[in-house]
């Protein structure tokens, strides 16, 4: 077994500040009332991810996953613990982060993917590919400012899915693109887990999550709440309820794939 990322107890704070300008920090400390709160965003989670799992990050809104990814990614830094990875990391953690606005979507493509680390060689091999993946037409050469958050997230993912990475994330790349796109992805993202890569995969459905992933990790307010296979993850986190109106919609994309 070859370990592909081992997190050891990782906690990160941020700080909640109350006012927005010096003057009014000034008045609270005057009258002597809290400026700010310092919580812990990811509270001691240890895990080990072995080359080739693929791995469902579930839990609340707020509960700490994108941070988990952006410290995995290495865009962010643990504040205690570490977080080790092996081999190329891309992916998809925020959509649009990284786009230059005033450039086209051409040229930002160019940019991202050497930012991805792909040569020159290998972005001329690829452009037309990545081209037709993302389905932009003609808005490919309109400037990425003027994208709406779909049109971003197909130009991102679309060069994400043909770096040659060993660990793919994607955090909520469904979330915001229609549904043949929606499907399209979860098709490549299961030819990325069946290729052996490692699949970090945030996401707020379970029916994707059971069709995507062999292993389930829970956050709660920052905490690892549970860490195993997916069905108990899945009813763990009381998502079975048949009769909720988002989980069928889950399921018709889920049979698309
Ligand atoms: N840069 C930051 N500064 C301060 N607080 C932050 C920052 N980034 C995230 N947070 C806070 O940390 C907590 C965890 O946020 P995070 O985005 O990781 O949650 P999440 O599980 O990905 O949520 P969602 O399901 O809504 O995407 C939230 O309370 C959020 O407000």
Redesign the pocket.
Known sequence: MVHSIVAENVS?Y???RYHRTFKEVTVAKLRGQQTGDT?K??DDVSFTVEQGESIG?M????????????MINGV?RPDEGSVLTRGRIAGLIATGAGFHPQLTGRENLYLNAAILGMTEREIARKFDDIVEFAELGRTLDGPVGHYSSGQKARLGFAIAVHVDSDIFLA??VLAVGDKPFKVKCMARMREIRDSGRTLFY?S?SAASVKKMCDRVIV?EQ?KLAFDGATADGIRFLEYGAANDEDEVADEEIGNDV
Request: glycine share 14%.
């Open positions: 990160k941020f700080t909640l919580f965003a990811i990050l839990g609340l809104n707020g509960s700490g996953k994108s941070t988990l990814l952006k962010m955090d909520e945030v707020h956050l920052g």
